[in-house]
């Protein structure tokens, strides 16, 4: 798939134009949000807030760990912000298309401002910055603010710092670039804090959770030679434990530490014959063009979809994807 990219300068300097001449913001992100969707939106509203902005910021239900970020509160339910007065722009941060944000409450004639890092941006605003060179959307939204001359408080770097972490791994990913430690430094110097941020992000599961991974722990295979891991959580565990979708976050990370394995995924089947899956990859297996044929998405190193079919169906299918990349 080929890389669309905009000119990152021509891009910032419209979203700053635009910030700069109106005053009522909406800011979606993606559906089912992850860490660089939640700390890029906080990011933008709080620094919109901070311009005297008349902004709301929607999200779906955020992952319990991102639930501590600075002035999370501000954002609204779906629920909450029907009725609501129209906006003048809408932006929509972390999202490859319009289609996987709440995208039933943009109001006609706004101006969509399209602000994103995955490969497969298919350039749906008025105004795309869009950029797969970089890390994390959290980096996009950090030099929009720069550039407006916005000033970013500790809050705001808090929550860049937890966007730009989340999506690189921890600076374990390929990813990871100069530029990340660059932004980082920078953030660090604005109060961002690193040991608070990896703590409560990563090191403040419950004892639950821990049992539930135990459980998933025990339902990993091996396919392909090694090349290929799985773990499984099927519905009659799923159902005996009242296990959440939220509950699972971060499981399929556990899978990155098996050494000579190329991708890895965790199938969850939430409801019988709908199975959500995580991929990822060490690199040789883009899990991005898997996950694209089940209307999913994501990075070539890291994606994910639902599938509709029974559990087991699933993994043979995504065996074989692998299988074909591999040959």
């Known amino acids: 798939m080929s890389r669309k990219k905009t000119d990152p300068k021509a891009a910032v300097d419209a979203v700053c134009r635009l910030i700069r001449e109106k005053d009522r913001f909406l800011v979606l992100t993606h559906e089912k949000p992850d860490g660089d969707a939640v700390g890029s939106q906080l990011a933008l509203l709080i620094a919109l807030?901070?311009?005297?902005?008349?902004?709301?910021?929607?999200?779906?239900?955020?992952?319990?760990?991102?639930?501590?970020?600075?002035?999370?509160?501000?954002?609204?339910?779906?629920?909450?912000?029907?009725?609501?007065?129209?906006?003048?722009?809408?932006?929509?941060?972390?999202?490859?298309?319009?289609?996987?944000?709440?995208?039933?409450?943009i109001p006609e004639g706004v101006v969509i401002v399209n602000i994103d890092h995955h490969t497969d941006n298919n350039l749906f605003g008025d105004i795309n910055l869009v950029n797969p060179d970089a890390a994390a959307a959290g980096i996009l939204v950090y030099y929009v603010l720069k550039s407006l001359g916005s000033e970013i408080s500790p809050d705001i770097a808090d929550n860049l710092y937890a966007a730009i972490i989340t999506d690189t791994g921890r600076f374990g990913f390929s990813n990871t670039d100069a530029e990340v430690f660059r932004v980082m430094a920078d953030l660090v110097?604005?109060?961002?804090?690193?040991?608070?941020?990896?703590?409560?992000?990563?090191?403040?599961?419950?004892?639950r959770r821990a049992l539930i991974f135990g459980k998933a722990l025990n339902n990993i295979e091996s396919h392909l030679g090694g090349k290929v891991i799985s773990m499984e959580l099927p519905y009659d565990l799923v159902k005996s434990l009242g296990i959440g979708p939220h509950e699972t976050d971060g499981l399929v990370e556990y899978l990155q530490g098996i050494k000579d394995h190329e991708a890895s995924f965790l199938l969850k089947e939430f409801s019988q014959g709908e199975v959500r899956v995580s991929l990822r990859s060490r690199g040789r297996i883009n899990v991005m063009k898997i996950a694209e044929k089940y209307n999913g998405g994501g990075h070539s190193a890291a994606s994910?979809?639902?599938?509709?079919?029974?559990?087991?169906?699933a993994k043979k299918v995504l065996i074989e994807e692998c299988r074909r990349q591999l040959r």
């Open 304 to 313: 994910g979809c639902t599938m509709m079919m029974p559990l087991q169906d």
């Open 189 to 207: 110097e604005r109060g961002a804090s690193p040991v608070k941020i990896t703590n409560l992000i990563y090191k403040n599961y419950s004892y």
């Open 49 to 105: 807030w901070d311009l005297g902005k008349d902004a709301d910021g929607i999200t779906d239900t955020v992952p319990e760990q991102y639930r501590f970020l600075p002035q999370f509160g501000i954002l609204k339910s779906l629920d909450e912000y029907r009725g609501t007065d129209s906006r003048e722009v809408c932006m929509i941060l972390d999202s490859s298309n319009s289609s996987r944000t709440a995208s039933g409450l």
